[in-house]
């Protein structure tokens, strides 16, 4: 009965190919995030979605494109993948009057070749 | 441009032992603190959090120290156990700016 779950756990892809993270959290909460920790272990977050608008988007490409069909869900949707893009990315959720305190899913792990 | 800081690596302690884990912070508008812990193989989890209108807050096992002068916050683990064992990210956030900055992490292993 996972809080906070995404899929896949591991993918491994071509370069200039397009893929999808699925990310779909059960705890009810109203806002949901993307994380990229990179190869230097720093987590980064690059999308922020509250009652499905987006509040935050950090310097991250446009080929990175977060989508949510409803409050349980945000995708990740990576077009044209570099091999920079290789890391592990996490989805979060939280709710709003205590945002900070994130449930994590358990990560994918995204390799370009 | 790294805003959050954890210096050490890695920390190893004898079981029972107290562990203590370091951040420093370069933004004087952060005024929201948190640790979290992750296992391989997991997402980080929420561990404890202090507003910086406090110096301390304790749970448990578990207390966070902030010194707003020096920009730094310290995680005290009394005592360790094997089950510790895990990477501790420190992270530091505005009140009213959803954005989270974590540090690097700190590897702590807890010795039987």
């Known amino acids: 009965d996972t809080a906070v779950s995404q899929t896949p756990k591991y993918l491994v892809t071509q370069m200039g190919n397009d893929k999808s993270i699925k990310c779909e959290q059960n705890?009810?909460?109203?806002?949901m995030y993307w994380y990229k920790q990179d190869s230097k272990k720093f987590l980064k977050i690059m999308f922020s979605?509250?009652?499905?608008?987006?509040?935050i988007n950090e310097t991250v490409p446009n080929r990175f494109s977060p989508k949510s069909p409803d409050k349980a869900h945000l995708n990740l949707h990576i077009n044209s993948l570099e091999l920079g893009d290789s890391a592990v990315y996490f989805c979060?959720?939280?709710?709003?009057?205590?945002?900070?305190?994130?449930?994590f899913g358990q990560g994918t792990r995204l390799t370009v070749v | 441009d790294q805003q959050v800081k954890q210096n050490s690596p890695s920390l190893s302690v004898q079981e029972g032992r107290i562990s203590i884990l370091n951040c420093d912070y370069t933004?004087?508008?952060?005024?929201?603190f948190l640790w979290y812990k992750k296992y391989p193989a997991e997402g980080p989890t929420f561990l404890i959090s202090?507003?910086?209108?406090?110096d301390k807050n304790e749970d448990g096992r578990f207390t966070v120290f902030l010194n707003k002068s020096a920009k730094h916050l310290s995680l005290h683990i009394v005592p360790s156990q094997p089950g510790d064992s895990a990477v501790y990210f420190c992270?530091?956030?505005?009140?009213?700016?959803?954005?989270?900055?974590f540090g690097a992490g700190t590897r702590l292993t807890v010795k039987p």
């Open positions: 979060a959720s939280s709710q709003s009057e205590k945002w900070a305190e994130a449930f």
């Open positions: 705890l009810g909460h109203d806002t």
């Open positions: 979605y509250n009652n499905k608008e987006l509040i």
């Open positions: 933004n004087s508008m952060f005024d929201y």
């Open positions: 202090i507003s910086s209108i406090k």
């Open positions: 992270a530091a956030s505005s009140y009213n700016n959803n954005d989270m900055r």
